[in-house]
């Protein structure tokens, strides 16, 4: 199925037409873009934007419309108020979502008439955030009771066939007002990028709408999108990642391949690595570009004279070398794996004739609060050792503590680069 997308163009790659593209594609429908303005933007800033004449969007409209069968619309930005009558005009027998845009997320103006936007608002599902459904209601918005009557006013003096007010300004609630009943979604709170939720959340919801869903199910599923979104975001936009799913599915494929591989490769040091296995065991975790951690469930562990995996290599099967890994790659992010090993002296001795960066931490200067909070030993004792050493730690040791036996952990830039170091540092005389 196809759905129609009318809105404007993000030159920063992070919102807009772009976004709605990918959303609508990553979701398995077929977009329609029609472009309606053209900002001149970064990350950064908002610099103007250009509105296209209202024949051309109108004629944009009917193109497409006389050809593929259009279950829903999604409208954003709009640029001037003679477009918005016309794209109201030329949808209104559609299902429409509209997102009405007021400003950018760093108060750019982005409509020449704030009052236009309201002709189509009647008959629409409308996705306002807190600024938006403030400007729309005319209500100032503090909390849920709030939100709730803003968007009771919008539907019943605006004609909106639903209002979906977006909580992300108060505390991640999002709230449907459709058919006289309030539905509420609570929000996870992701520490990432933010910027193009608006879009990738309106036109998420068009494309569940053309799938069929209901409503209140089409909110509830547009709204965990959008949070994956921001979860696996992209650093050069600084902007939600739509194609997360896609993304995420092949760089786990290719992260467990390369680690199996690795894992492989480490068996048949297995003699030589038997010694050195902690009496905890020894584990290998490496990440994918997105951040997630795959590593040997179960371990590897002593086997009579050499060393096997207990289980296979799966996702989060590590808890201790994931945070770990995740810590240090806050300051390096080239780093993606990571293998522990039993402590002694003859190892860090060899590592630093090898000429690796060695650095450490002591568990017994762990601060109090830090031994309170749950698991927070092991970031603190990586933020230790990074700050301590003079470039990138290739190897950290600990010398335990009571109860706490004590580790080596070496990282690399992949799982072949661990596995050659742990190779040469086990090697009776390296050079």
């Known amino acids: 199925m196809a759905v129609l997308i009318v809105a404007g163009l993000d030159t920063g790659g992070g919102a807009g037409l772009k976004a709605d593209i990918e959303t609508v594609s990553a979701l398995g429908e077929h977009p329609l873009p029609v472009l309606t303005s053209v900002t001149y933007q970064n990350p950064e800033k908002v610099s103007g934007y250009f509105s296209l004449p209202a024949e051309v969007v109108r004629e944009e409209i009917r193109a497409v419309r006389g050809h593929f069968d259009i279950k829903a619309v999604k409208v954003g930005m709009l640029g001037s108020?003679?477009?918005?009558?016309?794209?109201?005009?030329?949808?209104?027998?559609?299902?429409?979502?509209?997102?009405?845009?007021?400003?950018?997320?760093?108060?750019?103006?982005?409509?020449?008439?704030?009052?236009?936007?309201?002709?189509?608002?009647?008959?629409?599902?409308?996705?306002?955030?807190?600024?938006?459904?403030?400007?729309?209601?005319?209500?100032?918005?503090?909390?849920?009771?709030?939100?709730?009557?803003?968007?009771?006013?919008?539907?019943?003096?605006?004609?909106?066939?639903?209002?979906?007010?977006?909580?992300?300004?108060?505390?991640?609630?999002?709230?449907?007002?459709?058919?006289?009943?309030?539905?509420?979604?609570?929000?996870?709170?992701?520490?990432?990028?933010?910027?193009?939720?608006?879009?990738?959340?309106?036109?998420?919801?068009?494309?569940?709408?053309?799938?069929?869903?209901?409503?209140?199910?089409?909110?509830?599923?547009?709204?965990?999108?959008?949070?994956?979104?921001?979860?696996?975001?992209k650093a050069e936009a600084r902007a939600v990642n739509p194609l997360w799913e896609l993304q995420r599915d092949a760089h786990r494929f290719r992260a467990r391949e390369e680690l199996e591989k690795a894992v492989e490769e480490l068996v048949k040091l297995g003699e030589r690595l038997n010694p050195h296995v902690p009496e905890v065991g020894t584990n290998f975790a490496l990440t994918t570009p997105l951040g997630e951690v795959f590593a040997v469930k179960g371990r590897i562990v002593r086997y009579e004279k050499t060393i096997k995996p207990v289980g296979p290599v799966e996702l989060n099967a590590s808890d201790h070398l994931r945070r770990a890994l995740l810590k240090m790659r806050e300051f390096y992010p080239e780093v993606r794996a990571v293998l522990n090993l039993r402590y002694s002296e003859g190892l860090i001795e060899r590592a630093k004739k090898l000429g690796l960066a060695v650095s450490f931490y002591n568990r017994r200067e762990e601060p109090e609060d830090v031994k309170r909070a749950e698991r927070g030993t092991m970031e603190w004792g990586i933020e230790t050792a990074v700050r301590r050493a003079e470039k990138r730690p290739d190897v950290i040791y600990h010398l335990g503590d009571w109860g706490k036996e004590p580790m080596v952990l070496v990282f690399g830039r992949d799982a072949r680069e661990v596995v050659e170091r742990v190779r040469v540092l086990l090697s009776p005389s390296p050079r």
């Open 81 to 233: 108020g003679e477009i918005a009558k016309v794209v109201a005009k030329e949808t209104e027998d559609l299902k429409r979502v509209f997102d009405p845009v007021m400003a950018s997320s760093t108060g750019e103006r982005l409509i020449d008439d704030l009052e236009s936007l309201k002709v189509l608002v009647k008959g629409s599902i409308v996705t306002p955030n807190v600024p938006e459904a403030e400007a729309l209601s005319g209500l100032k918005i503090h909390s849920l009771e709030d939100m709730k009557e803003s968007a009771k006013a919008i539907a019943e003096e605006l004609g909106a066939e639903a209002v979906i007010v977006k909580g992300g300004h108060l505390d991640l609630t999002d709230l449907l007002h459709w058919n006289g009943e309030f539905f509420e979604f609570k929000g996870r709170k992701v520490d990432s990028f933010t910027h193009g939720t608006g879009c990738a959340f309106s036109s998420a919801l068009a494309a569940f709408l053309t799938k069929g869903l209901e409503l209140p199910k089409a909110v509830e599923r547009a709204k965990r999108f959008v949070e994956n979104s921001i979860r696996f975001s």
